[in-house]
């Protein structure tokens, strides 16, 4: 977020930069002026969403355009379910867009901070064996190219073979206008939110995570998965909400408060987070309740921290798994915050961390105070030779030799920029690094 002395960063508080220009184009018309403007006196413009990458994805030296003001709801066609939707639109407020039409995305992530372009750009993504990322929902989208020009790619008639690459982007091709969704007759989750044994949870992983939407959080120096599960219900069936105030009770003074308390006490007292971690994996998470799928799906995240995040072939993850789990355990590190663990349905995105494989993903966590270089770097050495995929908008260390081993489609997608963007107005550091200059 942008600072009083122009000084914008992310919400990891990792990530600063001091662009020579922000603009908020509240038009098209604005956005395509904004980057020809740019681009005629050498100036690279970035889009930002919300700033909720942890990675420099969204970092931009030069032009920073900021398309708060493009939200809302462009268009509806009630008969197939799609939806189109300014880029800028916040995810925390597609319910209420879609709420008279019935309709619902089908799978979130944890939050809904982000914008809808930020999330899809990055590969945002949930949990669920049956469902991908948010970019597979994407059926079209309009975006301002390098020339200035506007450019619509949908499944059908309008360059349908650039969708794979458009709809996952990451902010490369273009400043993404307008995004189409495929949404779903709105539903209802049923949430199983309980303390199990580890070991039990890894060995059933399989039917575990045949359910809707299944995750479970590991609080390391503990032999306790706090598991999530999911269950998608017609919203004709009966809501049995948490109590307002049990919500609050839950995620603001349990969960968040005692994360904060954790953590900041752990910053300081290592020796405290391993009895701390036991008693938040008991005590978080031991409810059940039917509520509308994003109250569900998401969260608040009032603790800040880091992270990053892998994808592994998904009959790889439990071994995976069990190696950072080793890995903590005989490092000496006292870790506050849980390790998430997540599944996805291969897709087709070109870039996708899940492209043409069933995933699981590890993520890692660490407090915002704390230096997470030796703990990312040794899961990421473990995980990464795994021939895991990082997270786009997650912290990682790998560069386009790397990352070009691990996407088939690669090539195609730098030879669509190449097309799009010659002259590299959309790149900064980040994509320098992981596509190529
Ligand atoms: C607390 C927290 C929880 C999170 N939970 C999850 C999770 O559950 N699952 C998951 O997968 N990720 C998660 N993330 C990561 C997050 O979803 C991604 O990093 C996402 O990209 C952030 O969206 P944003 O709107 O903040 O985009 P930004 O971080 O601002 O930007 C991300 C990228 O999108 C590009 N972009 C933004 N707008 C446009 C546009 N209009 N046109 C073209 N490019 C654009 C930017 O240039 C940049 O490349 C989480 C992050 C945080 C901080």
């Known amino acids: 977020m942008t600072r009083p002395g122009g000084v914008w960063r992310n919400w990891g508080r990792n990530q600063h930069v001091r662009p020579v220009r922000v603009e908020r184009p509240a038009s098209v018309d604005a956005v395509r002026r904004a980057v020809t403007a740019a681009a005629a006196r050498s100036l690279r413009v970035k889009a930002v969403g919300s700033g909720h990458s942890f990675s420099g994805i969204a970092v931009a030296p030069d032009v920073l355009l900021d398309l708060g003001e493009l939200r809302g709801v462009v268009d509806v066609d009630r008969d197939r379910a799609r939806v189109t939707l300014r880029a800028g639109t916040p995810l925390w407020d597609v319910p209420r867009l879609l709420a008279p039409y019935g309709l619902a995305m089908a799978n979130l992530g944890d939050i809904d901070r982000q914008t809808i372009a930020g999330a899809i750009s990055t590969g945002t993504h949930g949990t669920g064996a049956r469902f991908g990322g948010l970019s597979t929902q994407v059926v079209g989208v309009t975006l301002v190219t390098a020339g200035g020009e506007l450019l619509t790619i949908d499944d059908e ?22 995004v189409t969704l495929q949404c779903v007759p709105a539903f209802l989750l049923e949430a199983v939110e309980r303390p199990d044994p580890l070991e039990d949870t890894l060995a059933a992983l399989d039917a575990r995570a045949a359910a809707d939407h299944f995750e479970f959080y590991w609080f390391p120096h503990t032999d306790i998965a706090v598991t999530k599960t999911n269950t998608r219900l017609p919203e004709s069936a009966r809501r049995a909400p948490i109590p307002r105030a049990r919500r609050f009770l839950d995620e603001s003074v349990m969960a968040n408060g005692v994360y904060r308390a954790t953590c900041a006490v752990g910053a300081v007292v290592p020796a405290a987070v391993r009895p701390v971690n036991a008693l938040a994996g008991r005590t978080f998470g031991n409810r059940t309740y039917v509520d509308h799928a994003p109250r569900v799906f998401t969260q608040r995240r009032t603790v800040r921290f880091r992270e990053m995040e892998y994808a592994v072939p998904v009959e790889t993850l439990p071994a995976a798994f069990r190696a950072v789990r080793e890995l903590i355990d005989r490092s000496g590190w006292r870790i506050s915050f849980p390790i998430e663990v997540r599944v996805a349905a291969g897709d087709d995105r070109w870039l996708s961390t899940a492209h043409g494989r069933d995933s699981g993903y590890i993520a890692v966590h660490r407090y915002w105070r704390e230096d997470p270089t030796a703990y990312f770097g040794a899961v990421e050495e473990i995980l990464a030779g795994l021939g895991g995929r990082p997270h786009w908008g997650k912290e990682h260390g790998l560069d386009a030799v790397a990352l070009r081993e691990r996407y088939p489609r690669f090539d195609d997608f730098v030879a669509v920029r190449d097309r799009l963007d010659p002259d590299r107005v959309f790149a900064n550091p980040y994509l320098d690094r992981v596509l190529g200059e």
């Open 157 to 178: 008639a309008q360059h349908p073979e650039l969708l794979a690459a458009a709809a996952l982007g990451l902010g490369a091709l273009g400043v993404l206008v307008e």
